[in-house]
């Protein structure tokens, strides 16, 4: 069964950077479309980008110019490098296949941005 690790996460100050980074499990990553979904306290989870194997990308409007995601196939994983980060981007990401998410949620890793 094809599991997912995400790590990176903390408290940063508004205008700060982190990484993120998922690790996958199994042959389905080499294939797969990935992306990086978040959950704010009280909110729907939501797809914020997305890397295809090729490495294309897509990215929803309220991080583009300041994520960029990349994925790693030869480690099996996928990166999220946040920049000028903004109390509104607080919440728990996590990474899965896109456009459905097939694999078994991990724990997330959180990010606070606050000051």
């Known amino acids: 069964q094809v599991q997912v690790v995400e790590s990176g996460g903390g408290l940063v100050l508004p205008g700060g950077s982190l990484r993120l980074s998922c690790a996958a499990s199994?042959?389905?990553?080499?294939?797969?479309?990935m992306g990086w979904y978040r959950q704010a306290p009280g909110k729907q989870r939501l797809l914020v980008a997305t890397?295809?194997?090729?490495?294309?990308?897509t990215y929803a409007d309220s991080v583009k110019g300041r994520f960029t995601i990349s994925r790693d196939n030869a480690k099996n994983t996928v990166y999220l490098q946040m920049n000028s980060l903004r109390p509104e981007d607080t919440a728990a990401y996590y990474c899965?296949?896109?456009?459905?998410?097939?694999?078994?949620w991990g724990q997330g890793t959180q990010v606070t941005v606050s000051s």
């Open positions: 899965n296949t896109v456009p459905l998410p097939l694999l078994s």
């Open positions: 199994g042959s389905i990553f080499s294939v797969s479309v």
């Open positions: 890397v295809t194997s090729g490495g294309l990308t």
